[in-house]
């Protein structure tokens, strides 16, 4: 049986046209209340391609919510460079839509003019179609006048999506955005994920703890050490798309889930995954 | 036949109607009627105190004399404008209290190092009884209306301060991710966030400060005033017309509760995201 999973490239991926993101020797130092210096990256490249879907797991602590602070431009302190689509990168972008892992709505908005958000703070006119036509592709027809009390938290995090969506960002950069959500609720939300991805035509770029999340979205997995977090593999997924949870059952999806789980631990044990852990 | 038939479902939605009507009625009646059968026993305990000279008229007159001297002050057009001056003087002075407190709070709340040159003397101002202030006010800005809205505005200002700076420092750091993550400005920060974010802890203080404005209203009124219902219950009292005075308080009440309603019913108004969801009575 032929190996799927491609053997690991070397560290640093190199897309055939210019990457869309360009990231090299990014290093991060925290200052301690006690006047410590902990350094939470190390000497971190990657490259994302435009329309890639590239996910970076790693334990907690590992640095991977500061590759996508600094990536969002919410941290500008660092050393290495960042760029994006070949110019430096510093600071908010409009190339850039963000989900958080809370989906962050303010609660004073319905769902439509949380959507719209964007559009005011970057002075937009004219968004209110779009607006409910991105409501609309993450399945929330009928909920624009909805307050975000009177959202489940799944329905919530789509409105979040959609939100990142609204001034057509080039990249879609997602924190652990099911990582408040129950296991079912969380594998419901990868489908409609992988399906807003591709129906967006964005790249995006995903933070997870979880392997079995990663795998089954991604085109790319990289995988971050603890700290200082450096990339120590990169993993293409070659498993065809699109990926219906079936995949699951899948062996090669099995075997590429356990890789991984045997790199974040060192030999450690490994477990039989469902998408969700 | 579909006449009939249309007539059948009509009266059966009236049926229906009414069967609510009546529940409703049962359940504001099952509320009402415990303070209703207090406020009756009370009442008949104090006019029997009163008929059979158990208290002296001097110190609590009868529930009759104070309605009488209510209805004649309103009926004279007595008291009318004096009600009218000492309701412009708390409103004036909470639409003030209202506009510096969110202002300061929100210049205070702007920065940690302008909070911490602020910090001590607030407290001690804070500290300070605004009360004691009220005859120098009365020397600053004279007799008229300006010197009490002035009182009242100092007291009720407080509360709004400290509840703008408690809320806006409050303001929860995802959400502002959210707009620093599309460059937006501070402005736009405190517009889009932090000042909606904050109003929950804002109203807490304007609760407290609109009984406040009343309280202002009248203590600058007994210091020195020529007209507002202050006034009259000096008036009242040096002439130990004790019920006429229990009719003024009567009022003073009623304001009050009008005061807070209307706070109520703007609270509801603006912070209809934030209310807690109780159930509306089954219907």
Redesign the interface.
Known sequence: MSTVLEAARPAIATPRAAPLIAVRELSKVYPTAKGERVQALSHIALDIAEGEFVSLVGPSGCGKTTVLRIL???IGDYAGSVAVRGRAHC????E?G?V?Q?A?L???RTALANVL??A???RLKGQEARAKELLAMVGLAGFERK???ELSGGMRQRVAIA?ALL?DPALLLLDEPFGALDAMTRDTMNVELARIAAASRKTVFLITHSIAEAVFLSDRVLVMSPRPGRIVEEIAIDLPKPRGLDIIADRRFADTVVRIRRLLDGEGTAQLPSIAH | MWHSCARSRSAAGAQRESAALLHAARHAFALAWPPMLFGAALLYAWTQASARGWVDELILPPPGEILQQLSLGLSSGVLLPHLGVTLLQALLGFVIAVAAGIGVGAVIASSPLVERCFNPFLIAFEAMPKIAMAPLVIVWFGYGIWSKVVLAAVIAFFPILVSTILGLRASEPGRLDVLRALGASRAQEFRLVRLPGALPFIFSGINVAVVFVLLGSIVGEFVGAKQGLGTLILIANENLETARTFSILAILALLGMLLHFGVGALRQRLLFWAEPRTGSPPA
């Open positions: 969002a431009g919410l600071g908010p972008s409009r850039v963000v958080f809370d962050n303010m609660p004073w958000l964007p005011e703070v970057l307050l975000p009390g939100r001034h």
